[in-house]
């Protein structure tokens, strides 16, 4: 099994609230997928980003477990789920460092 990094990001317009922003991280932070995680927001987007690592076997389960572990923080911390897209980077961290794969995806 591997480990990946996931870098996501929410659509635009999400939030900016502080609060929520803790809730989100302690949420992701609460949760046994997301490893390590970290939480920020562009202010003036109101886009909610994170960095995590994720364990699988291929980059396919790597996506799905982050983004499904990203999407129950938002609704944990009492965001709903506006169908917006996310914004997903995959780094496999067993291999020499290369340029990550992005993949764009429904929320």
């Known amino acids: 099994m591997s480990e990946w990094t996931i870098c996501i990001d929410s659509h635009p317009g999400l939030t900016n609230d502080d609060d929520i922003i803790m809730a989100v991280h302690d949420a992701l932070n609460s949760d046994p997928v997301a490893l390590g995680p970290s939480v920020s927001c562009h202010t003036p987007t109101e886009t909610v980003s994170s960095t995590f690592q994720v364990e699988a076997e291929e980059m396919g389960a790597a996506a799905d477990a982050g983004i499904s572990a990203f999407v129950r923080a938002i609704e944990a911390a009492g965001l709903e789920d506006r169908g917006g897209r996310l914004h997903v980077e995959l780094v ?9 794969t992005r993949i764009a995806v429904p929320a």
């Open 92 to 100: 496999e961290e067993e291999e020499t460092p290369q340029r990550p």
